[in-house]
């Protein structure tokens, strides 16, 4: 792979066998990007295709195509370049390099919204105009008994929900969601997730700024920016598995037998007072099993799995 253009394995056109995706899935043990509608149907065309786009005029870009029912979740510290790249993708800005194409059709950017526009008629957007999609759309955010109440009239956090209605809204197309999600309560939160997960099905697509790590683990692919330039972009099983490898850590007595058996193997050892602390890299499970095997007072055995928060902390 070019070092210089980040790639997205997994939303790349080209390949018509089915066989092979599901054998390169299966090797990523990420999911593809590519949803069972395209599958079935060739004439479903992609929500958003980026050809080798970048922020900035040096460093990596990235290439992917996102199809309908699909999340990308857009990541990094305060001041990375979010906001920018969700306000490029909605022609706000301009890329550096590359091109990107948004499929025909409906699309909305959250948060650009009016501050006198009624809660009602902006839950109607999009198509989902029948009272039922309406009132799923405000319960999604927990506004339906402010229905009538215009922006203005909302404290902060019932306006971060309302500004997150279109998103929120009937039908498929391309929603851009710029960090509304993380200031939502929790229990906003899990309503406007079920709701979104309700959409996906559907067919729309969702491109979400985001520091919240259980929704990047619901993505489909991440992309993480620093200062404006890509430093990843792939799926989360990817991301998680470039941090901290997996441990084993195993307590047990102080006893001579103990520290001889784990001495051969890759084990970390310390002694405090009459307890033994050894920690073994991934692969050393065969240390752990002859300790529980009689060899020791074991007290516990701690598998230690990466995370996919430790690994966004480390790039």
């Known amino acids: 792979m070019d070092r210089r253009a980040w790639r997205v394995r997994a939303a790349l056109r080209g390949s018509s066998d089915r066989r092979r995706r599901r054998r390169s899935r299966e090797r990523r043990g990420g999911p593809d990007l590519r949803s069972e509608r395209a599958d079935r149907n060739p004439l479903v065309v992609s929500a958003l295709v980026l050809r080798h786009v970048s922020l900035e005029s040096d460093g990596p ?49 959250s948060g650009r919204i009016g501050g006198r526009t009624k809660l009602a008629a902006i839950a109607g957007q999009g198509g989902g105009t029948s009272p039922t999609a309406i009132t799923d759309a405000l319960t999604a955010v927990g506004l339906w008994e402010r ?84 430093v990843f972009a792939g799926t989360p099983g990817e991301l998680t598995r470039r941090g ?48 529980l095997e009689g060899y020791g007072n074991v007290r516990s055995v701690v598998l230690q799995e990466p995370d996919l928060a430790d690994a966004l902390r480390e790039l």
């Open 61 to 109: 870009t990235v290439a992917l195509t996102l199809e309908p029912g699909r999340i990308l979740a857009v990541m990094g510290r305060p001041g990375a370049g979010k906001s920018r790249f969700l306000g490029a993708l909605a022609g706000e800005e301009r890329f550096a390099r590359g091109t990107y194409e948004r499929a025909s059709g409906p699309w909305c950017f």
């Open 147 to 230: 229905r009538n109440d215009p922006i203005s009239k909302l404290t902060s956090g019932a306006a971060l929900g309302a500004e997150l209605l279109p998103a929120m809204a009937e039908g498929t197309g391309l929603r851009l969601v710029d960090a509304l999600y993380d200031g939502l309560d929790p229990w906003t939160y899990a309503l406007a997730m079920e709701r979104t997960r309700k959409l996906q099905e559907g067919g729309a697509a969702y491109v979400i700024a985001t520091n919240r790590v259980d929704l990047a683990r619901e993505a489909d692919a991440i992309l993480v920016l620093r200062g404006g330039r890509v």
């Open 244 to 291: 901290t490898a997996t441990r084993m850590v195993v307590d047990a007595n102080s006893q001579p037998g103990v520290r001889a058996i784990a001495a051969p193997f890759t084990v970390t050892i310390r002694q405090e007072g009459d307890r033994l602390t050894m920690e073994a890299a991934e692969g050393q499970a065969l240390a752990a099993r002859l300790l």
